[in-house]
């Protein structure tokens, strides 16, 4: 990397903390620490919502899966708009009117203090994890890839999150996080363009659209009804809308985000613009991944992204497997890339010569896809302590090797904003559950304002080195990520169960919410252990898995069935 | 001398009256105005035809990624 590029990447991203910690220095009492004076417009909220939102995995990882898989993913974000509105119609009167810091605090004026401690609790629990995740999963990759200590990366994200979320409080998260969405957002479009300009002179936008489609990367929506498919328009619309439904409704960093508003109105309006533009956006990540997929068909590239794993294997006695594997590789790519060009320069004039190069380029793909996977397995064998994913190094990979000098910084300035936008929102709505629905619901004695805002700070900078702490020895636990993302949706469904209850169901009380939330949690569980067995036997064939979406349904729909069920002898007794 | 100490009473309840019913008036219509507001969304009647929008543009993104899929699968 150039000296150039250090420059524009550390100088946004000290632009962006300077900025936030100077702007936000003063805050006179809790409700500007927490909830930002409630002085926000519904362009910084919305801006504010998307940047949580997003983290540097999404900017990572989502064009590598672009790349692999084609477009499908999109599906997952079909449930958000619905949910959006669900929230701004009959949430946000709710909070307003009950003028909360917390979103769980509402849980105690419907169920008693019980219910609102649990879902606390378990906020915090989930968000303390993920708050760790936040700032690993970029750091692991972007360590590997340019070779940068792990742990120095690590602190430099975290260490620079906590100066401004701790100085300025929700302020200063909104207000950073729209300049972070300023600079993700120009850096995208950047890389978008080059790409189609760095596509070969014969190759235009609309040929390259053709080639992806012939590849199948443009298979966005999917009407089938397969369970075992995770990606279908069916679980984007129905596990999608509980799964937003429950993270802007009930999480605490989302909600925090939107009660920063100095109206309704404000609140509304800001997650409207997500509700019209975050499907758009989703799209757009997915499109820079399918023209990555598209720029690779006309460029030599190894069979792997992540160079490092390929070096790791060589030093092994698997180096002569390897070295196969990549000519087998090679091989395949120049024949696949003779396709691909006669279908580009013979569409419109030689049908039948196009329709043979499409079946030739197709079936290419499908064995350079064989051997990617080989190459998979066989680093997995020689290297068994990587537990890193090639498709999250496509994107980082064509960064790297051949974005132009300063554009290369601006992109990993990108990276670093995604990752910092995120868990800044994280940890200032951890402090704020910490602070409100514990410490000052607990704390028997009266404090002045300045003490709240004090014990906040040490709040949100001890939030700050546990997820740096979590981060540093994350790497001891195997398939950290995947086990938060499962803690996520196993608890989620649940959580909006109760909410649901608290806002639809006036006459169901906290007792049987209460039984029903522990039951339907139990259940969840359970299912989550013996799902596919249950699954198979009741479907009569065999499945693969229950995508994890669906454990939101589940989870929600039977606390509130339970919950009703039970109702009738709770208000009887 | 009760008669004017009467009249005085009613002055000055007349008037913490209309003080109470003045504040009671600008905290709640502040709140309804600004925090609690009823402001219409931009460009709709109310928000009801926001969401009808929002919802409208969810089903056209739909139906344009359901057409894209199908023109370019082969």
Same mark, same amino acid.
């Given at each position: 990397m150039s000296i150039v590029d250090w420059i524009i990447m550390l100088g946004t991203l000290g632009f962006i903390v300077a900025y936030g910690t100077w702007k936000t220095?003063?805050?006179?009492?809790l409700q500007d620490y927490l909830r930002g004076g409630n002085e926000m417009k519904w362009t910084t909220i919305g801006l504010s919502v998307m940047a949580t939102q997003a983290s540097a995995i999404t900017f990572i990882s989502t064009p590598g899966q672009a790349y692999e898989?084609?477009?499908?993913?999109?599906?997952? /974000?079909?449930?958000l708009p619905i949910a959006l509105i669900i929230v701004s119609a009959v949430f946000i009167p709710i909070y307003y009117r009950l003028k909360? /810091?917390?979103?769980?605090?509402y849980l105690e004026t419907r169920f008693g203090v019980a219910s609102r401690m649990l879902a606390a609790f378990l906020f915090l629990v989930q968000r303390g994890l993920a708050a760790g995740i936040t700032i690993y999963a970029p750091a692991i990759i972007l360590s590997t890839a340019l070779g940068w200590n792990l742990s120095l990366t690590i602190l430099l994200i975290g260490v620079l999150v906590i100066i401004y979320t701790v100085s300025g409080g929700t302020k200063a998260v909104s207000l950073t996080q729209k300049w972070q969405m300023g600079v993700i957002m120009s850096g995208m479009f950047i890389a978008f363009f080059i790409i189609i300009y760095k596509l070969p002179h014969f190759v235009s936008f609309g040929d390259a659209i053709s080639v992806a489609g012939i590849m199948g990367k443009l298979d966005i929506v999917d009407f089938s009804l397969d369970i075992d498919k995770r990606y279908t328009f069916w679980t984007g619309i129905t596990g999608g809308t509980f799964l937003a439904l429950s993270y802007f409704g009930t999480d605490q960093s989302q909600v925090q985000r939107y009660l920063s508003g100095s109206s309704v109105y404000e609140s509304r309006m800001g997650l409207m613009f997500n509700a019209i533009l975050k499907i758009p956006m989703q799209f757009f990540i997915l499109l820079v991944g399918v023209m990555v997929f598209v720029f690779f068909q006309y460029q030599e590239h190894a069979v792997l992204f992540n160079q490092n794993s390929i070096d790791k294997v060589y030093e092994t006695e698997y180096a002569d497997e390897m070295k196969s594997i990549e000519a087998d590789y090679s091989k395949t790519y120049q024949e696949k890339k003779v396709a691909l060009t006669t279908i580009v320069q013979h569409?419109?004039?030689n049908e039948k010569a196009t329709e043979e190069a499409i079946k030739a380029a197709q079936e290419k793909e499908t064995e350079a896809l064989k051997i990617r996977d080989k190459a998979k397995e066989l680093v997995n064998k020689a290297v068994p302590d990587n537990k890193s994913k090639d498709s999250d190094y496509v994107f980082l990979s064509f960064i790297m090797n051949y974005l132009p000098m300063g554009l290369i910084g601006l992109l990993l300035a990108v990276i670093f904003s995604a990752a910092m936008s995120s868990t800044s929102g994280e940890l200032n709505a951890l402090a704020t559950t910490t602070t409100i629905d514990f410490y000052k619901r607990l704390n028997k004695k009266e404090h002045s304002e300045q003490h709240y805002v004090n014990t906040s700070k040490i709040f949100t900078a001890g939030w700050g080195v546990v997820a740096i702490a979590f981060a540093l020895f994350a790497h001891l636990v195997e398939n950290l990520i995947e086990a938060v993302n499962i803690l996520g949706s196993i608890f989620y469904g649940v959580i909006l169960g109760i909410f649901l209850i608290a806002f639809f169901l006036k006459n169901v009380k906290g007792k049987a919410t209460f039984s029903a939330a522990i039951i339907g949690q139990s259940v969840v569980i359970i299912l989550f252990f013996f799902g596919q067995q249950i699954g198979s036997y009741l479907l009569g064939r065999e499945i693969q898995e229950i995508a994890y979406l669906w454990y939101n349904v589940i989870g929600c729909s039977l606390v509130v069935l339970i919950a009703l069920l039970i109702s009738p002898f709770e208000n009887k007794a | 001398m009760m008669q004017c100490l009467n009249n005085k009473f009613y002055e000055k309840t007349n008037i913490h009256y209309v003080i109470i019913a003045f504040t009671h008036y600008s905290i709640h219509s502040l709140y309804h105005s600004q925090i609690m507001n009823h402001q219409k969304p931009p460009f709709f009647k109310n928000w009801r035809g926001f969401y009808i929008f929002v919802l409208g543009f969810l089903a056209f993104l739909v139906v344009l990624f359901y057409l894209l899929t199908n023109i370019y699968n082969q």
């Open positions: 220095r003063k805050n006179a009492n898989s084609g477009m499908g993913f999109v599906q997952n /974000y079909f449930g909360v /810091y917390t979103a769980y605090e569409y419109e004039t | -």
